[in-house]
């Protein structure tokens, strides 16, 4: 009996080798990519089919809705999970999987395939590829350039009643705001106006407080006024730099921003949120990503000359812009990395990344937004160059999360909240992270 | 019919095995009838438990699995204790607790007072009051963003309706004052049911004779109400408190919904808190020590609690 089932056992065994040896032999892989569940996306989708045609190998996606993608997909990696062969991660993610091993390092691979990181723009391979910063080790490849712009209604800045009333009350005419008091004016300006028989407000800004939302909206007003994450001199030196006077200016104009200018019920607003405000009329300015002009444009009631777009306006401190966007990795915890591999040997091509800009996503790869008729194919593209050029990022280091968490707190508890003073907040934020950098062993 | 069951598998039983389970005292074969459940229990229940006061000694945190683990002592349970937004959590889901326990217990029992009592459409109505409890928390949530929305919100409209001020001039989550009322208001919306079926079940559990009796020795309703009503339903009100109270206390789901714990971190409740120490930030270790003190606040509350409850039950 035992030798029967022994004999049993060896047979399976061996028709299941050479099926296992069978589909090895066609090397077709069922390939899993995880991002957001947003517009670009679904663009993607659409886009690799061609890769599926060309390789052979079946493309499955995972997409979670943007206030829950941290949760999931860190849980995933940190999980060791093996449901993502390919992740589109933010870009704060790369120092803590980097030096976590959760993504494959890239160099060897694009060496061996020609990649080279100086064909695409250089914040992009800053933000989305190195680790450490600064150093050539890269860990993604640039796979969606994002930054935070503005959108406004065209439309109605352009009418003369309006633009008249404008002039008369600010003694300048209205137009694309240079400075973000210029903005403010503008915005306080719409603020309970009536326009074609409907209440419109000033402009829909980041305020939510679950994720990452308010974070990413202050730091625009931040970086123009002079906040620095660090002594530039001295890493993780925070006092002085982060609660510096300046930082406490941008952060009181955000505040002001908010209670001047926004729709009521915004406490709790991003992507979306600010989508559905200016799309439904309700807003004459949106601060948001980039990544959602294609779909204003797309849209009856915005797009076709409607709506305009300009980058983040200057503060006293400069002009910067938070930067969005995503790279590509390969998860060291899947067992097909080497069709994976093939998937960003394909996006790196040229040919893709014009395709993938035509489709709605933004390409970072140089050679696509370096030509000739880039800037002129879409109303927003140069806005998008103007953005790129400007962009700054928040930490990336491995304990981001941990340090965003108390930034998302200290800021909504003052702007939306109204609780304290804009030097309480940033002082308690530089408490916070020291203590963040204590624990890290960095300070 | 059974017999013959029993005496089959009795003969089915190779005589080796039936020997020896013969030579086990009653004793030897209880603990094989418990054993397994006992083994699950320590598995998935003691052993957490142990292994997470072990972690709230340390630095441990689960995403950096190559960092080495240190001893640190108290110092999670110092920082924690030390912390004013702890406390700020803490008075949080002190007001979220005592405010949804008070409005549910005293609309539950009104309610069931009211049900109780024989008239048309009885069942229809108590049908209709229970459903909010069975709908999903986060559907809840959801639902009453939109009511609570300052510009389309029929919450707003019916306030203004009422007191003649802008709907759009207030917003119930979005504003530190209101915030914590708007959570309060949801959960005793969505509970009150619940609290009410209880308060049912204990008015219906007491015999008409008792009130035949007090009717007889002319007891006015009022009198028959506080000591006869009263001091019966008691118990069942104080189980309904205490399971509200375990509930609450653990609060998660509806307010990240309504909320996400802001404006600022007026509506954080502890376990928000700890969600994102343990899951966000990724501090285990602190995040340990946090569940144990939580732990232990409720073990004791609910100790103290339940020793009343068995007082009043046994009077």
Not at chain 1, 19 to 25: C, L, R
Request: glycine residues 8%; proline residues 5%.
């Amino acid at each position: 009996m035992k030798s029967k089932l022994l004999r049993s056992a060896a047979a399976i065994a061996v028709m299941t080798s050479v099926g296992v040896g069978f589909s090895n032999a066609a090397q077709a892989e069922d390939l899993t990519l995880c991002w957001a569940a947003w517009d670009p996306a679904n663009a993607l989708v659409e886009l690799s089919k061609d890769f599926e045609a060309q390789s052979g190998h079946t493309m499955n996606f995972e997409f979670v809705p943007w206030p829950n993608f941290a949760d999931r997909m860190l849980n995933e990696l940190n999980s060791g999970g093996k449901l993502c062969d390919l992740m589109i991660g933010d870009s704060q993610w790369i120092g803590g999987s980097a030096e976590n091993g959760h993504y494959v390092k890239l160099n060897d691979f694009f060496d061996k395939e020609g990649i080279t990181m100086d064909d695409f723009i250089p914040a992009t391979v800053t933000g989305y590829s190195e680790w450490p910063k600064g150093t050539p080790n890269y860990w993604a490849l640039p796979a969606f350039g994002d930054v935070v712009g503005w959108t406004y209604r065209k439309d109605w800045f352009e009418r003369p009643e309006i633009q008249a009333e404008f002039k008369a009350e600010y003694g300048r005419n209205l137009g694309v705001p240079e400075t973000l008091e210029e903005l403010k004016d503008i915005a306080t300006f719409f603020q309970g106006r009536e326009i074609d028989g409907k209440k419109v407000y000033g402009a829909a800004i980041y305020t939510e407080r679950g994720s990452e939302g308010i974070t990413m909206g202050v730091t625009n007003a931040l970086y123009n006024y002079g906040f620095k994450y660090e002594n530039p001199d001295k890493p993780y030196d925070l006092e002085g730099f982060v609660n510096s006077e300046a930082a406490i200016k941008g952060l009181e104009f955000y505040k002001e921003l908010y209670d001047c200018c926004t729709p009521p019920g915004s406490s709790d607003a991003y992507m979306s949120a600010n989508i559905d405000a200016y799309k439904s009329g309700q807003v004459a300015m949106q601060m948001n990503f980039a990544f959602i002009w294609p779909g204003v444009e797309a849209d009856p009631n915005t797009g076709g000359g409607k709506s305009g777009y300009f980058a983040n306006p200057a503060g006293p401190g400069g002009q910067f812009a938070q930067l969005g966007g995503q790279g590509i990795s390969v998860v060291a915890y899947s067992e097909k990395q080497d069709a994976a591999l093939e998937y960003i040997k394909w996006f790196a091509q040229p040919k893709v990344q014009q395709d993938w800009w035509k489709a709605g996503g933004y390409s970072a790869l140089s050679a696509v937004v370096e030509d000739p008729g880039f800037a002129s194919s879409q109303p927003y593209a140069q806005t998008f160059l103007d953005s790129m050029a400007i962009v700054q990022d928040f930490w990336a280091e491995p304990s981001y999360a941990s340090l965003l968490l108390p930034m998302q707190s200290r800021v909504h508890n003052y702007v939306v909240a109204g609780q304290g003073t804009a030097k309480e907040a940033l002082d308690g934020l530089v408490k916070d992270w020291d203590e963040v950098f204590e624990d890290e062993g960095k300070k | 019919m059974s017999r013959k069951v029993i005496d089959h598998a009795a003969q089915a039983t190779p005589p080796a095995v039936a020997h020896r389970i013969r030579g086990l005292s009653d004793r030897a074969i209880a603990w094989i009838f418990v054993a397994p459940t006992i083994v699950l229990l320590l598995a998935i229940n003691v052993f957490p438990l142990i292994w997470t006061v072990w972690l709230s000694f340390t630095n441990y945190r689960v995403n950096r699995p190559n960092k080495e683990v240190e001893f640190i002592g108290l110092r999670n349970y110092e920082r924690i204790l030390t912390d004013s937004d702890t406390w700020l959590t803490m008075q949080a889901t002190a007001h979220f607790l005592v405010w949804t326990i008070v409005l549910q217990v005293l609309i539950g029992f009104s309610l069931a007072y009211s049900i109780n009592k024989k008239f048309k459409g009885n069942d229809l109505w108590t049908t209709i009051i229970v459903l909010p409890m069975m709908l999903s928390p986060a559907v809840v949530g959801n639902f009453w963003t939109f009511l609570y929305q300052p510009q389309i919100g029929l919450f707003n409209y019916v306030i203004a309706f009422i007191t003649g001020v802008d709907p759009s001039s207030f917003s119930m989550i979005g504003e530190v004052s209101l915030a914590p009322w708007a959570i309060v208001i949801v959960d005793t919306w969505m509970w009150t049911p619940f609290v009410m079926l209880i308060c049912l079940a204990g008015l219906r559990s007491i015999p008409d004779s008792i009130y035949e009796a007090a009717e007889c020795d002319r007891a006015s309703k009022w009198r028959q109400f506080w000591t006869i009503t009263i001091p019966m339903v008691l118990p069942f009100l104080m189980l309904a408190v205490l399971f509200r109270g375990i509930e609450n206390f653990k609060m998660f789901d509806l307010v990240v919904q309504l909320t996400g714990g802001g404006p600022g971190s007026v509506t954080e409740l502890t376990s928000i808190n700890l969600k994102r120490e343990a899951f966000e930030k990724w501090r285990t270790g602190f995040a340990s020590a946090y569940a144990v003190i939580l732990f232990v606040t409720v073990f004791g509350l609910a100790s103290i609690y339940v020793k009343a409850l068995n007082r009043v039950k046994a009077r």
